[in-house]
């Protein structure tokens, strides 16, 4: 019976300022006690990459963050050798005949060594919070080194040799299905999917975040999030949209929502321009549905 | 469900390797490794709180969003069967033969449709086929009489799609007399090695990734309109790369990726009719796939390779073969691309048995009835 752990890591999480539910901490909770990588899918905006610096800040461990994009290496993941550096050092040599071989060892040596996100994470002192962000960008060529790393904690650079993992990082993956990622690394990770959330919670993110809101606007807001997210829209918003659009009425002192503020504001929520003509054509309808009509009247 | 079904650590242990069995039937992919995993975090999990308790659970046994959104539903179908196979093992027993029962009778149906299919279309010429009509008709002559010009348009075209999807950039450098982007790595690397100087800077571009090809076409009756023209694509396809090859297949397979490589194409052409006794007779892809899959797949598929089909996917095989076959196919190339001389005509839906069964495991199904649907296709392989 674990249940407490359970419960301090809901707690740790809301004192972040992160609401979570009980399935979310449940994972985070075993991706922690069994020391596996876990896997955060979901759609765009719903607080995917917040889970792993919510958790870094939670536990006062290091967050080192990975950000994957199409063509991403290992130099740019792992190591490189700091080419300047080295280049400095030689022409400071000058001709003085020096062995070979002793200034290869120092011009390969860890000073020379820049460490990229992976290998920071696996040779730090502490464990360390190893974020790999949208790991789907990444190609499948990065996904099978990295699944290398994350089962034998270790790494080959050719002039050194073996690094062996020093601590074993916490690693989390998020991803947006912009690709499907490998059986492989599916199997290696905890999974978690996280979906646009419901009124409550969405309501009780917005209040969280944005403090000094008006209770109704809140309530408002989030009513109307959840009508946008049943239109058929290219880009749905997430809850950072949400946030986004709390803090610009709250700022503006706002206490509820009327037609002609929406309009003025919906680049804050949506965007993409022929979902902003869109909802323009039909906002009407969609404050009706919210009940936030009565308002204008 | 006010409480779990069992009470003791063991039976709960016992219960989750049987859930695990369960899935795998389900379609969840878990080896001996994440079931062992499950099993230790069983010790973590609260066992007072189903909520929660189906929370860790289904974090740890799904893995994909599908999974994940099913689990609730699959763990309470797991259940019942669970307790109703414990209530009664014979009322199981009757409702599997049950189960088998019903089985017996799909396949039944399924044959009689396939029966169906067959009598209707074997009695009449190919033309009469739904979908064969319309535009398809009225183009059937320039496929099967593509002028010179025509051909010489379409080389250019497939050399050009050919080169564009099997040179990729790779983000792999090589040394390059012509960039002017400084590789520092190698400078360093190479002046070190004849001194502590640097004497020299050496330049780098990005290495070419070069995929490789493999088309499968069929050449049975149902494609007859379009076979000869298939065969032009695939002719000048196989000129217009060298790492390319090429199967035809009606009832069984053959390589002719030699034939096509040294002959022209008129000569090519009367080979392969008189090699393959099955010419535009009926099909069977399953068994051809499967037969592609085991003789040459190891070989020639890996991630480097673009498996290109053309067929209109009507077959008198089994289906279940195809999907299978298509399934390792899939897995082990980079790419399939099954281009459908049907899928130009309007009204167009995968009805084909063995498209159908084929679909989930293609990657891009794009019309391939003449000139202007493959230039379309192009654009979408990119």
Redesign the interface.
């Known amino acids: 019976?674990?249940?407490k752990e359970?419960d301090q890591i809901s707690n740790m999480l809301k004192e972040q300022g992160y609401i979570s539910e009980?399935?979310i901490a449940?994972?985070l909770?075993?991706a922690m006690?069994?020391h596996?990588p876990l896997l955060v899918?979901g759609p765009a905006g719903v607080g995917k990459t917040e889970i792993g610096k919510v958790m870094a800040k939670a536990l006062g461990r290091e967050l080192i963050r990975l950000q994957c994009y199409e063509?991403l290496?290992s130099t740019h993941a792992l190591y490189e050798?700091n080419?300047?550096y080295?280049?400095l050092y030689?022409?400071m040599?000058?001709?003085?005949?020096?062995d070979?071989k002793e200034?290869?060892e120092t011009?390969f040596s860890d000073k020379f060594l820049l460490k990229r996100p992976v290998l920071r994470a696996i040779t730090q002192k502490d464990n360390a919070v190893l974020l790999i962000d949208e790991i789907d960008r990444a190609?499948?060529?990065f996904e099978s080194f990295l699944l290398e790393v994350l089962s034998d904690w270790q790494v080959t650079i050719p002039e050194i040799g073996t690094i062996r993992a020093t601590s074993k990082p916490q690693v989390i993956l998020t991803g947006n299905?912009t690709r499907d990622l490998s059986?492989s690394l599916?199997?290696r990770?905890?999974?978690?999917?996280i979906d646009y959330p419901e009124f409550e919670k969405e309501l009780a993110i917005v209040r969280t975040k944005v403090p000094g809101i008006d209770r109704q606007l809140g309530k408002e807001i989030c009513l109307f999030m959840a009508a946008l997210r049943r239109m058929k829209l290219e880009k749905i918003p997430g809850i950072s949209e949400t946030i986004d659009w709390a803090r610009a009425l709250a700022a503006m002192h706002m206490s509820h929502l009327d037609k002609k503020i929406v309009e003025d504001t919906l680049g804050v929520v949506l965007k993409d321009w022929q979902d902003i003509r869109h909802v323009r054509d039909t906002l009407s309808e969609l404050l009706e549905k919210t009940g936030v009509i009565s308002k204008i009247g | 469900m006010a409480k779990l079904p069992v009470t003791y650590q063991t039976t709960i242990s016992g219960n989750v390797v049987l859930l695990c069995r369960f899935l795998r039937k389900r379609g969840f992919s878990l080896g001996a490794g994440e079931e062992a995993k499950a099993l230790e975090a069983l010790s973590w999990l609260p066992l007072t709180n189903e909520a929660l308790f189906i929370y860790g659970l289904r974090t740890m046994l799904a893995k994909n969003r599908h999974q994940f959104k099913k689990f609730d539903e699959f763990y309470r179908e797991f259940l019942e069967e669970r307790s109703k196979a414990a209530n009664s093992k014979k009322k199981e027993d009757t409702r599997e033969s049950g189960g088998r029962e019903m089985e017996a009778r799909n396949r039944q149906d399924e044959f009689e449709r396939l029966k169906n299919w067959l009598n209707l279309h074997q009695s009449g010429d190919a033309e009469t086929i739904p979908s064969y009509s319309g535009q398809e008709v009225l183009t059937k002559k320039k496929f099967s009489d593509l002028d010179p010009d025509e051909m010489k348009l379409m080389m250019r075209l497939l050399s050009q799609l050919a080169h564009q999807i099997t040179h990729r950039k790779s983000r792999l450098r090589k040394t390059s007399m012509n960039s002017r982007k400084l590789d520092l790595r190698r400078t360093i690397g190479s002046n070190l090695r004849k001194g502590t100087r640097i004497r020299e800077f050496v330049f780098s571009e990005p290495k070419e990734k070069k995929l490789k090809i493999v088309l499968l076409a069929d050449v049975s009756r149902s494609m007859e309109l379009y076979s000869r023209f298939f065969i032009y694509l695939v002719y000048a396809f196989q000129n217009a790369h060298d790492r390319i090859e090429t199967f035809v297949f009606s009832t069984a397979l053959h390589q002719v990726s030699d034939i096509l490589d040294n002959h022209d194409f008129d000569h090519a052409f009367r080979i392969i009719s008189d090699k393959v006794p099955h010419w535009s007779g009926g099909t069977k892809i399953g068994s051809c796939f499967q037969e592609f899959v085991r003789e040459f797949g190891y070989g020639l598929l890996d991630k480097k390779t673009i498996v290109f089909i053309l067929s209109d996917g009507w077959d008198t095989g089994d289906p279940l073969a195809i999907s299978g076959a298509m399934k390792s196919i899939h897995r082990q190339s980079r790419r399939v691309i099954w281009l459908n001389p049907l899928a130009g005509s309007p009204g167009f839906s995968p009805e084909a048995i063995g498209l159908k069964a084929a679909l989930p495991h293609v990657d891009i199904l794009a019309a391939a009835h003449n000139l202007e649907s493959l230039k379309e296709a192009m654009l979408r392989i990119r």
């Open positions: 019976m674990k249940n359970l009980d399935h449940m994972s909770f075993l006690e069994l596996m899918e063509g290496d050798w080419y300047q080295q280049l030689l022409q040599q000058g001709s003085g005949n020096k070979i200034l290869e011009i190609d499948e060529e299905r059986e599916r199997r990770c905890i999974y978690l999917w």
